[in-house]
């Protein structure tokens, strides 16, 4: 499947290139909007959880919009990945008629122009860590940095093939999982750590008579918990050997690994009508 994508690498660039351009076209700050959003929204939230999440912000002394944009930034890249990526089969339906090539170039195509926002992004993050923590970086763990790139793009993609295909059938995902994501973001420990809320588990009545074992072992299933540890491990602290959950990220290859299979197995099934549908 890899070399029928490299055979049609020219168009791949083409269609990366014209989503970077259409997205920023008529916008006055461009490119600059990449580095613009997720600063603003770090300076929200820092301001409102700072008064409101005094619990988990005070810790930090200081550096909570450090803690909060090593998160934000990723959770972005993932966020905007999944949304223009599952639409962008039923986007792109009068090109797709017209000529034949592998139709996970579409899905791919978004996770690119997303990750040429990403990638120079990160360095707003390294900016940010040179001002706040700049005793704490360990340069050499920024080895790790391609890897997890890598991991939370493959993620990104997978959801991205497999619910774009079934966005084509019933448009009712788009809607779902937009409200979907709404919700993951606060139970991704992005505004508070986790520690924190392991700590504070054990004091509030969870919804449904869940006991603190399940909530744990339910908010571990979520993916995008170690990767999302593991930015802020590597930009506030500058260790990601100690302070990360090893049995996390394992975790995290695994789940990674079994859905790219079932989503690229389930997209080659469903694309059989994807032009008579759309």
């Not at 259409?22 to 580095?35: D, H, K, P, Q, V």
């Not at 090109?95 to 090539?101: M, S």
């Not at 990638?119 to 704490?136: D, G, K, Q, R």
């Not at 890897?147 to 993609?157: D, E, K, T």
Request: proline share 5%; glycine share 6%.
């Amino acid at each position: 499947m890899f070399r029928e994508l490299i055979k049609y690498k020219e168009l791949i660039y083409f269609l990366v290139h014209k989503e970077i351009r259409i997205r920023y076209r008529n916008s006055f700050f461009g490119f600059f909007w990449t580095l613009l959003e997720p600063l603003g929204l770090m300076m929200i939230y820092a301001l409102v959880f700072s008064v409101i999440g005094r619990g988990w912000a005070e810790p930090f002394e200081g550096k909570y919009p450090l803690f909060i944009l090593a998160g934000m930034m990723p959770w972005m890249f993932f966020n905007n990945t999944l949304k223009r990526g599952m639409t962008s089969l039923s986007r792109n339906g009068s090109l797709l008629k017209k000529i034949y090539f592998p139709r996970q170039i579409f899905p791919l195509t978004d996770v690119l122009a997303n990750m040429v926002n990403f990638v120079p992004a990160l360095l707003l993050v390294i900016v940010a860590a040179l001002i706040f923590n700049p005793s704490e970086i360990q340069w050499l763990h920024f080895l790790y940095l391609p890897g997890l790139i890598l991991l939370q793009s493959i993620l990104a993609f997978s959801f991205a093939l497999l619910l774009g295909a079934i966005n084509v059938y019933y448009r009712d995902v788009e809607f779902i999982i937009n409200l979907v994501l709404r919700g993951w973001m606060y139970l991704t420990p992005i505004i508070y750590p986790v520690k924190y809320l392991m700590d504070k588990v054990d004091e509030v009545n969870l919804p449904f008579g869940m006991t603190t074992e399940v909530f744990v072992f339910l908010y571990n299933l979520n993916p995008m918990v170690p990767i999302i540890n593991l930015y802020q491990q590597l930009f506030f602290s500058g260790d990601v050997t100690g302070a990360v959950d090893r049995y996390g990220i394992i975790y995290c290859i695994l789940f990674v690994t079994v859905l790219f299979v079932v989503a690229w197995v389930s997209f080659k099934r469903l694309n059989r009508r994807v032009g008579e549908v759309i």
